[in-house]
Protein backbone atom coordinates (compact mmCIF):
# COMPACT_ATOMS: atom_id res chain seq x y z
CA UNK A 1 0.00 0.00 0.00
CA UNK A 2 1.29 3.22 -1.10
CA UNK A 3 0.78 6.75 0.86
CA UNK A 4 0.11 8.34 -2.58
CA UNK A 5 -3.72 8.36 -3.49
CA UNK A 6 -3.73 8.43 -7.12
CA UNK A 7 -0.73 5.75 -7.16
CA UNK A 8 -2.89 3.31 -5.21
CA UNK A 9 -6.46 4.00 -6.92
CA UNK A 10 -9.70 5.87 -6.00
CA UNK A 11 -11.79 4.52 -3.48
CA UNK A 12 -15.48 5.20 -2.75
CA UNK A 13 -14.64 7.99 -0.93
CA UNK A 14 -12.61 9.56 -3.78
CA UNK A 15 -15.73 9.87 -5.87
CA UNK A 16 -18.15 12.03 -6.76
CA UNK A 17 -21.13 12.34 -9.66
CA UNK A 18 -20.42 14.18 -12.14
CA UNK A 19 -16.83 13.25 -12.04
CA UNK A 20 -15.19 12.65 -15.61
CA UNK A 21 -12.63 10.43 -16.89
CA UNK A 22 -11.27 10.56 -20.42
CA UNK A 23 -9.62 7.01 -22.10
CA UNK A 24 -6.33 6.90 -24.20
CA UNK A 25 -7.52 6.39 -28.12
CA UNK A 26 -7.81 2.59 -29.96
CA UNK A 27 -7.40 2.96 -34.06
CA UNK A 28 -9.04 -0.22 -35.45
CA UNK A 29 -9.05 -1.75 -38.40
CA UNK A 30 -10.71 -4.19 -40.67
CA UNK A 31 -8.71 -7.18 -39.27
CA UNK A 32 -9.54 -6.85 -35.65
CA UNK A 33 -12.80 -6.59 -37.15
CA UNK A 34 -12.91 -9.85 -38.45
CA UNK A 35 -10.65 -11.76 -35.99
CA UNK A 36 -13.03 -10.70 -32.98
CA UNK A 37 -15.75 -12.17 -35.70
CA UNK A 38 -14.11 -15.25 -36.19
CA UNK A 39 -14.03 -16.34 -32.89
CA UNK A 40 -16.95 -15.10 -31.23
CA UNK A 41 -19.58 -13.66 -33.58
CA UNK A 42 -19.24 -15.33 -36.99
CA UNK A 43 -21.18 -13.53 -39.47
CA UNK A 44 -20.85 -12.17 -43.10
CA UNK A 45 -21.42 -8.82 -42.70
CA UNK A 46 -18.74 -9.25 -39.19
CA UNK A 47 -16.60 -11.13 -41.49
CA UNK A 48 -16.21 -10.38 -45.26
CA UNK A 49 -16.25 -6.98 -46.88
CA UNK A 50 -17.94 -8.02 -49.99
CA UNK A 51 -20.91 -10.09 -48.02
CA UNK A 52 -21.34 -7.13 -45.42
CA UNK A 53 -22.04 -4.45 -48.34
CA UNK A 54 -25.49 -6.31 -49.42
CA UNK A 55 -26.56 -6.48 -46.02
CA UNK A 56 -28.23 -4.23 -43.17
CA UNK A 57 -25.22 -2.67 -42.33
CA UNK A 58 -24.27 -2.05 -46.25
CA UNK A 59 -20.32 -2.38 -45.15
CA UNK A 60 -18.48 -4.08 -42.77
CA UNK A 61 -19.05 -3.41 -39.22
CA UNK A 62 -17.68 -4.32 -35.97
CA UNK A 63 -19.49 -6.95 -33.63
CA UNK A 64 -21.04 -4.73 -30.51
CA UNK A 65 -19.45 -7.17 -28.67
CA UNK A 66 -16.03 -5.88 -29.86
CA UNK A 67 -16.73 -2.56 -29.73
CA UNK A 68 -17.73 -3.07 -26.08
CA UNK A 69 -14.55 -5.61 -25.51
CA UNK A 70 -12.39 -2.15 -26.67
CA UNK A 71 -14.45 -0.54 -24.61
CA UNK A 72 -13.41 -1.92 -21.43
CA UNK A 73 -9.51 -2.01 -22.18
CA UNK A 74 -10.06 1.45 -22.26
CA UNK A 75 -12.23 1.93 -19.34
CA UNK A 76 -9.53 -0.58 -17.47
CA UNK A 77 -7.18 2.41 -18.27
CA UNK A 78 -9.06 5.75 -17.67
CA UNK A 79 -11.18 4.58 -14.53
CA UNK A 80 -8.62 4.34 -11.89
CA UNK A 81 -10.29 2.40 -8.99
CA UNK A 82 -8.22 1.12 -6.41
CA UNK A 83 -9.53 -2.35 -6.09
CA UNK A 84 -10.10 -2.57 -10.23
CA UNK A 85 -13.34 -2.07 -12.71
CA UNK A 86 -15.25 -4.63 -11.18
CA UNK A 87 -18.94 -5.05 -13.38
CA UNK A 88 -21.97 -6.21 -11.88
CA UNK A 89 -24.10 -5.77 -14.51
CA UNK A 90 -25.15 -3.12 -16.85
CA UNK A 91 -27.71 -1.37 -19.70
CA UNK A 92 -25.82 -1.29 -23.33
CA UNK A 93 -27.02 0.34 -26.80
CA UNK A 94 -25.44 0.65 -29.83
CA UNK A 95 -27.24 3.88 -32.09
CA UNK A 96 -24.76 3.21 -34.82
CA UNK A 97 -22.21 0.77 -35.98
CA UNK A 98 -18.36 0.85 -35.55
CA UNK A 99 -16.64 1.03 -39.07
CA UNK A 100 -12.94 -0.06 -39.99
CA UNK A 101 -10.97 3.17 -39.53
CA UNK A 102 -13.17 4.37 -36.88
CA UNK A 103 -10.79 5.62 -33.99
CA UNK A 104 -12.25 4.59 -30.35
CA UNK A 105 -12.34 6.38 -26.90
CA UNK A 106 -14.42 6.38 -24.03
CA UNK A 107 -15.28 9.32 -22.15
CA UNK A 108 -17.24 8.45 -18.69
CA UNK A 109 -19.37 10.12 -15.91
CA UNK A 110 -20.19 8.99 -12.52
CA UNK A 111 -24.32 9.06 -12.04
CA UNK A 112 -24.80 7.78 -9.03
CA UNK A 113 -22.94 6.63 -5.85
CA UNK A 114 -24.54 4.27 -3.50
CA UNK A 115 -22.62 2.93 -0.25
CA UNK A 116 -23.99 -0.56 0.80
CA UNK A 117 -26.16 -0.94 3.57
CA UNK A 118 -24.88 -4.53 4.23
CA UNK A 119 -21.81 -4.32 3.71
CA UNK A 120 -19.70 -0.82 5.09
CA UNK A 121 -16.57 -1.89 2.82
CA UNK A 122 -18.04 -0.99 -0.31
CA UNK A 123 -20.84 0.72 -2.69
CA UNK A 124 -22.37 -0.25 -6.21
CA UNK A 125 -21.25 2.97 -8.70
CA UNK A 126 -23.01 3.58 -11.48
CA UNK A 127 -21.28 4.94 -14.52
CA UNK A 128 -21.98 6.43 -17.85
CA UNK A 129 -19.51 5.94 -20.61
CA UNK A 130 -19.59 6.93 -24.07
CA UNK A 131 -17.77 5.40 -26.75
CA UNK A 132 -16.84 7.68 -29.43
CA UNK A 133 -15.14 7.72 -32.51
CA UNK A 134 -12.75 10.80 -34.39
CA UNK A 135 -16.01 12.36 -35.08
CA UNK A 136 -17.45 12.42 -31.91
CA UNK A 137 -20.66 10.10 -32.85
CA UNK A 138 -21.32 7.95 -30.32
CA UNK A 139 -21.17 4.27 -31.37
CA UNK A 140 -21.69 3.14 -28.02
CA UNK A 141 -23.36 4.20 -24.58
CA UNK A 142 -22.69 1.79 -21.34
CA UNK A 143 -24.44 2.53 -18.04
CA UNK A 144 -22.21 0.06 -15.79
CA UNK A 145 -22.68 -0.80 -12.10
CA UNK A 146 -18.87 -1.14 -10.24
CA UNK A 147 -18.46 -2.78 -7.44
CA UNK A 148 -16.24 0.38 -5.32
CA UNK A 149 -14.55 -0.75 -1.90
CA UNK A 150 -13.81 2.39 0.80
CA UNK A 151 -10.59 3.18 2.01
CA UNK A 152 -10.05 0.56 4.54
CA UNK B 1 -34.37 -18.10 -51.44
CA UNK B 2 -34.99 -21.38 -51.07
CA UNK B 3 -38.52 -22.83 -50.24
CA UNK B 4 -37.51 -24.51 -46.99
CA UNK B 5 -38.22 -22.27 -43.94
CA UNK B 6 -35.87 -23.49 -41.47
CA UNK B 7 -32.88 -23.53 -44.01
CA UNK B 8 -34.12 -20.04 -44.68
CA UNK B 9 -33.71 -19.16 -40.99
CA UNK B 10 -37.04 -17.47 -39.34
CA UNK B 11 -38.46 -13.98 -40.37
CA UNK B 12 -40.61 -12.15 -37.62
CA UNK B 13 -44.17 -14.14 -38.88
CA UNK B 14 -42.29 -17.18 -37.71
CA UNK B 15 -41.24 -16.29 -33.68
CA UNK B 16 -43.43 -16.07 -30.84
CA UNK B 17 -43.25 -15.16 -27.14
CA UNK B 18 -42.39 -17.90 -25.01
CA UNK B 19 -40.30 -19.46 -28.37
CA UNK B 20 -37.19 -21.29 -26.67
CA UNK B 21 -34.12 -21.99 -28.14
CA UNK B 22 -30.82 -24.09 -26.71
CA UNK B 23 -27.29 -23.62 -27.64
CA UNK B 24 -24.66 -26.10 -27.51
CA UNK B 25 -21.75 -26.29 -25.39
CA UNK B 26 -18.77 -24.35 -24.73
CA UNK B 27 -16.00 -25.86 -22.72
CA UNK B 28 -14.15 -22.84 -21.20
CA UNK B 29 -10.19 -23.51 -19.85
CA UNK B 30 -8.11 -21.06 -17.80
CA UNK B 31 -5.98 -20.12 -21.03
CA UNK B 32 -8.85 -18.93 -22.91
CA UNK B 33 -9.82 -16.49 -20.09
CA UNK B 34 -6.13 -15.18 -19.61
CA UNK B 35 -5.90 -14.73 -23.57
CA UNK B 36 -8.94 -11.98 -23.30
CA UNK B 37 -8.03 -10.39 -20.77
CA UNK B 38 -4.84 -9.52 -21.99
CA UNK B 39 -6.00 -8.32 -25.26
CA UNK B 40 -9.28 -6.44 -23.70
CA UNK B 41 -9.62 -6.83 -19.87
CA UNK B 42 -6.40 -6.90 -18.27
CA UNK B 43 -6.73 -6.54 -14.63
CA UNK B 44 -4.76 -9.59 -12.16
CA UNK B 45 -8.12 -11.46 -11.23
CA UNK B 46 -8.92 -11.95 -15.30
CA UNK B 47 -4.67 -13.02 -15.45
CA UNK B 48 -3.29 -14.87 -13.16
CA UNK B 49 -4.20 -17.39 -10.32
CA UNK B 50 -2.03 -16.21 -7.42
CA UNK B 51 -3.11 -12.66 -8.04
CA UNK B 52 -7.04 -13.46 -8.58
CA UNK B 53 -6.77 -15.49 -5.15
CA UNK B 54 -6.53 -12.34 -3.27
CA UNK B 55 -8.66 -10.11 -5.66
CA UNK B 56 -12.29 -10.10 -4.52
CA UNK B 57 -13.41 -12.93 -6.79
CA UNK B 58 -10.72 -15.29 -4.49
CA UNK B 59 -9.55 -17.03 -7.70
CA UNK B 60 -9.25 -16.90 -11.34
CA UNK B 61 -12.57 -15.58 -13.16
CA UNK B 62 -13.54 -14.81 -16.38
CA UNK B 63 -14.20 -11.01 -17.43
CA UNK B 64 -18.00 -10.36 -17.43
CA UNK B 65 -17.21 -9.79 -21.30
CA UNK B 66 -15.25 -12.83 -22.41
CA UNK B 67 -18.89 -14.57 -20.80
CA UNK B 68 -20.85 -12.22 -23.01
CA UNK B 69 -18.61 -13.00 -26.28
CA UNK B 70 -18.33 -17.04 -25.93
CA UNK B 71 -22.48 -16.48 -24.92
CA UNK B 72 -22.91 -14.52 -28.56
CA UNK B 73 -21.19 -17.53 -30.46
CA UNK B 74 -23.23 -19.46 -28.89
CA UNK B 75 -26.07 -17.28 -30.01
CA UNK B 76 -25.42 -17.15 -33.11
CA UNK B 77 -24.83 -20.67 -33.56
CA UNK B 78 -28.77 -21.20 -31.62
CA UNK B 79 -31.19 -18.22 -33.04
CA UNK B 80 -31.71 -18.98 -36.54
CA UNK B 81 -32.90 -15.87 -37.76
CA UNK B 82 -32.63 -15.14 -41.30
CA UNK B 83 -30.69 -12.38 -41.59
CA UNK B 84 -28.24 -12.58 -38.22
CA UNK B 85 -28.67 -12.00 -34.91
CA UNK B 86 -28.59 -8.08 -34.49
CA UNK B 87 -28.58 -6.24 -31.39
CA UNK B 88 -29.54 -2.50 -31.19
CA UNK B 89 -28.68 -3.31 -26.97
CA UNK B 90 -29.88 -4.62 -23.90
CA UNK B 91 -29.07 -5.24 -20.20
CA UNK B 92 -26.24 -7.30 -18.69
CA UNK B 93 -26.16 -8.88 -15.48
CA UNK B 94 -23.40 -11.15 -14.16
CA UNK B 95 -25.28 -12.63 -11.08
CA UNK B 96 -22.11 -14.77 -10.06
CA UNK B 97 -18.23 -15.46 -11.87
CA UNK B 98 -17.72 -17.41 -14.99
CA UNK B 99 -14.65 -19.95 -13.70
CA UNK B 100 -11.86 -22.19 -15.19
CA UNK B 101 -13.70 -25.77 -16.01
CA UNK B 102 -17.23 -24.29 -16.87
CA UNK B 103 -19.08 -25.74 -19.73
CA UNK B 104 -21.48 -22.57 -21.14
CA UNK B 105 -24.35 -23.24 -23.08
CA UNK B 106 -27.33 -20.34 -23.52
CA UNK B 107 -31.01 -21.14 -23.05
CA UNK B 108 -32.83 -17.81 -25.20
CA UNK B 109 -36.99 -17.11 -24.72
CA UNK B 110 -38.44 -14.97 -26.84
CA UNK B 111 -39.88 -12.06 -24.60
CA UNK B 112 -41.58 -9.71 -27.00
CA UNK B 113 -41.95 -8.67 -30.51
CA UNK B 114 -42.67 -5.52 -31.88
CA UNK B 115 -43.78 -5.06 -35.14
CA UNK B 116 -42.08 -1.70 -36.44
CA UNK B 117 -44.45 1.00 -36.94
CA UNK B 118 -42.99 3.21 -39.45
CA UNK B 119 -41.10 0.30 -41.27
CA UNK B 120 -43.55 -2.66 -41.88
CA UNK B 121 -40.59 -4.78 -43.48
CA UNK B 122 -38.59 -5.21 -39.87
CA UNK B 123 -39.55 -5.62 -36.04
CA UNK B 124 -37.66 -5.53 -32.45
CA UNK B 125 -37.95 -8.83 -30.72
CA UNK B 126 -37.28 -8.59 -26.96
CA UNK B 127 -34.69 -12.11 -26.32
CA UNK B 128 -33.74 -13.40 -22.65
CA UNK B 129 -30.65 -15.31 -22.86
CA UNK B 130 -29.31 -17.29 -19.73
CA UNK B 131 -25.74 -18.09 -20.03
CA UNK B 132 -25.45 -21.41 -17.71
CA UNK B 133 -22.80 -23.38 -16.45
CA UNK B 134 -22.81 -27.49 -16.18
CA UNK B 135 -24.54 -26.92 -12.77
CA UNK B 136 -27.02 -25.39 -14.28
CA UNK B 137 -25.89 -21.72 -12.43
CA UNK B 138 -26.60 -18.70 -14.15
CA UNK B 139 -23.34 -16.44 -15.03
CA UNK B 140 -25.42 -13.96 -17.24
CA UNK B 141 -28.39 -12.80 -17.70
CA UNK B 142 -28.96 -10.71 -21.35
CA UNK B 143 -31.83 -8.94 -22.49
CA UNK B 144 -31.17 -8.23 -25.49
CA UNK B 145 -33.66 -6.30 -28.16
CA UNK B 146 -32.83 -7.81 -31.55
CA UNK B 147 -33.69 -6.70 -35.27
CA UNK B 148 -35.47 -9.18 -37.34
CA UNK B 149 -36.75 -9.35 -40.52
CA UNK B 150 -40.59 -9.69 -42.09
CA UNK B 151 -40.63 -12.34 -45.31
CA UNK B 152 -40.29 -9.84 -48.41
Do not use: C
Not at 44 to 60: I, V
Not at 77 to 92: D, E, H, R, T
Request: no cysteine.
Amino acid sequence: MKDNGAAEGLYLDDLQVGQEFLSAEHFLDAGQIIAYARQFDPQPFHLDEDAARDSFFQGLAASGWLTMSITMKLLVQSLPFAKGVIGAGGNIAWPRPTRPGDILRVKSTIREIRPSRSRPDRGMVQVNSLTLNQQDEVLQELTANLLVFRKA
